[in-house]
Nanobody, 125 residues
Framework: QVQLVESGGGSVQAGGSLRLTCAAS????????MGWFRQAPGKEREGVAA???????RYADSVKGRFTVSKDNAKSTLYMEMNSLKPEDSAMYYC???????????????????WGQGTQVTVSS
């Protein structure tokens, strides 16, 4: 059974940084696309970043140059370093894993099969 547990969210001022962590269990981690999504109140869930088993990454235009996704295979853990945070980055952030994609990770939430419970990020101006 695949389990994803996020942590690292919090409240920061604009310009600050946070590091999100997603601890994964289950065989899927090493061979799957892993991604970060976010959802603000009243908005649709959007893809933020993704990392394939081959190391390829995908970023939303809004976070390019500010967010970096990485993983530690030995720890089965996915990370996302978020720098230069803006108030519009405020949202619930979710970790996700795909059951079918391993490289060239997809961008849409429906293409991911497993989800964590989310961690809240709040950026104040």
């Amino acid at each position: 059974q695949v389990q994803l547990v996020e942590s690292g969210g919090g409240s920061v001022q604009a310009g600050g940084s946070l590091r999100l962590t997603c601890a994964a269990s289950g065989y899927i981690y090493s061979r799957s696309c892993m991604g970060w999504f976010r959802q603000a109140p009243g908005k649709e869930r959007e893809g933020v970043a993704a990392l394939g088993s081959d190391g390829r990454t995908r970023y939303a235009d809004s976070v390019k140059g500010r967010f970096t996704v990485s993983k530690d295979n030995a720890k089965s853990t996915l990370y996302m370093e978020m720098n230069s945070l803006k108030p519009e980055d405020s949202a619930m952030y979710y970790c996700a894993a795909s059951a079918t994609y391993s490289g060239d990770c997809p961008a849409y939430s429906y293409q991911y099969s497993y989800w964590g419970q989310g961690t809240q990020v709040t950026v104040s101006s």
